[in-house]
């Protein structure tokens, strides 16, 4: 008797308590109704939109092939063929994941948790709105941020902007360049007030109203909005970021030892802390992959590299006291590294081929002599070098050619060039003559930093035949280039068969 009444008790009080013992939360797979309640799911929401930096898709791998190797900066002789097609202009799978899928995923999985914190966060009581603004702002700032690369690679976007969690079928409807490039405008414009000039150092690499302004100059450029890209831009010159950057060596901007310096404006916070899978895990790798692709063969995969033309640009000029121009020694690897600056190639004399050259920046040759998949390097997004050069081509576009001389000369100073009007006198003579010469000192000072194809396809050396064929002049993977159909990529096939709102690029 004794016996079965403490067997019934025992199955009563599992039964009794079952809701609040066996029926526990997983706190690793929180549903959103018990989620988005305090401050500090608010804060965790936020930070997982910085996690996407370390995800293939985009900054840790694959965007670099995207807005690097696809420009005349880059190359691939990849033995992986249809990764290098895809740097070629060779698109036969549209949804080929590392070429394009993994890319256009990644970037949506970003802008969704944009969403989930702009639909959310503004119902969660804080003790101080200030901080409820600020974590609002960072993520109007990424979703822009994210929208502006997709309006870079394939441009005619569907703009989302809400989780649509409780329609899981939802297809949204086609976007254009247009509406992109409007979304992105507004989430910058209404995220500036909210965020600081500085953060703390504990914050250090939130986006701050330089890299909101930089952003905003970068989008309105792209447009030739010149006058609304000055103003952003003004910033720097006469707003509140008036003084707060500078430039610093050269070099200190590609390696580990300073970074976050005066030259930064944005910068990618990568660490080598977690060396394990990619992932969404806590302990899943934060490192750059950039340099285990990019780096010479038998060092690291060397599945991109850059155009010889850009060794033979900096060597066309020398600098005040007659030496080479000294950002070639740190932009790329070359044949006659050694012989001019001394510096042999991860610990290697040259052993590659005569005309080969590799993207140095963002390796780590300083101190080791191959590269793995956890580089610690940041990725300096913006430095200042890049506003200077900026505000010198919204300068000259507003025909004020004579006052945007001094902001390229500024640039050429640091590496010991001669002034714009001493070495190339009839660039300050007028506007077309002026922006042919800053393609070039862009190339020189940001080769290898993900500017180029924003580059081409604002100047619009892609928009016609004749244009194409100059730049195929240096880089013959544009001889595959077809006009009006390889300015954009195609979106990836599953999405068009999936959404019957939406529609492949034109000649896909």
Request: proline fraction near 5%.
């Amino acid at each position: 008797m004794k016996k079965s009444l403490l067997v019934i008790l025992i199955v009563l009080s599992l039964t009794s308590c079952s809701k609040s013992v066996l029926d526990q939360l997983n706190p690793n797979a929180m549903p959103v109704s018990q989620f988005w309640k305090t401050e500090d799911d608010a804060q965790k929401g936020v930070n997982a939109i910085y996690a996407m930096f370390y995800q293939n898709g985009g900054w840790n791998r694959w965007i670099y092939f995207r807005l690097d190797l696809t420009s005349d900066e880059g190359m691939s002789k990849s033995p992986w063929v249809e990764l290098a097609d895809w740097t070629r202009f060779n698109y036969v799978n549209y949804n080929f994941f590392e070429g394009n899928g993994n890319t256009w995923k990644d970037t949506y999985k970003a802008i969704f948790r944009a969403n989930q914190v702009l639909k959310f966060v503004p119902d969660i009581p804080f003790a101080d709105e200030k901080k409820k603004a600020a974590i609002l702002a960072q993520a109007k700032f990424f979703r822009a941020f994210y929208y502006f690369y997709g309006a870079l690679l394939w441009e005619n976007m569907p703009v989302i902007t809400d989780p649509h969690l409780d329609d899981p079928g939802y297809t949204p409807p086609a976007g254009t360049l247009a509406d992109v490039w409007t979304q992105v405008e507004r989430d910058l414009n209404e995220a500036l007030p909210d965020l600081p000039v500085t953060w703390d150092n504990p914050n250090v690499g939130r986006p701050t109203k330089g890299a909101v302004n930089a952003y905003l100059a970068r989008m309105y450029m792209q447009q030739h909005k010149w006058a609304e890209a000055k103003t952003a831009l003004d910033y720097f010159f006469t707003g509140e970021g008036k003084g707060l950057y500078q430039m610093v060596d050269f070099k200190e901007n590609f390696r580990a030892t300073q970074e976050n310096n005066a030259e930064s404006i944005f910068e990618i916070q990568f660490s080598d802390a977690n060396k394990t899978g990619e992932g969404d895990g806590v302990n899943a790798n934060m490192g750059s992959n950039r340099t285990q692709f990019f780096a010479p063969r038998g060092i690291g995969w060397s599945d991109g590299q850059a155009r010889f033309w850009l060794v033979q640009e900096f060597k066309k000029e020398k600098t005040t006291d007659n030496q080479i121009d000294p950002r070639l020694r740190y932009s790329l690897f070359y044949p006659d590294q050694e012989k001019d600056f001394g510096d042999k190639i991860y610990g290697r004399s040259w052993e590659w081929g005569a005309d080969e050259a590799w993207f140095k920046k963002y390796s780590r040759d300083y101190y080791r002599n191959n590269e793995d998949y956890y580089s610690e390097v940041n990725n300096r997004l913006v430095r200042y070098a890049d506003i200077l050069l900026m505000y010198a081509e919204v300068l000259n576009e507003l025909g004020q050619t004579v006052a945007a001389v001094p902001y390229v000369d500024q640039v050429r100073a640091r590496s010991k060039m001669a002034p714009l009007a001493t070495a190339y006198p009839a660039a300050v003579l007028s506007k077309d003559n002026f922006r042919d010469r800053l393609k070039m000192e862009r190339a020189l000072e940001l080769c290898g930093e993900s500017v180029r194809w924003a580059d081409l396809k604002r100047w619009g050396d892609l928009e016609s035949q004749q244009k194409v064929d100059v730049v195929a002049q240096r880089d013959p993977d544009f001889k595959n280039f077809t006009v009006g159909k390889h300015i954009r990529l195609p979106i990836p096939q599953t999405e068009v068969l999936n959404n019957p709102n939406l529609k492949q690029n034109a000649g896909y």
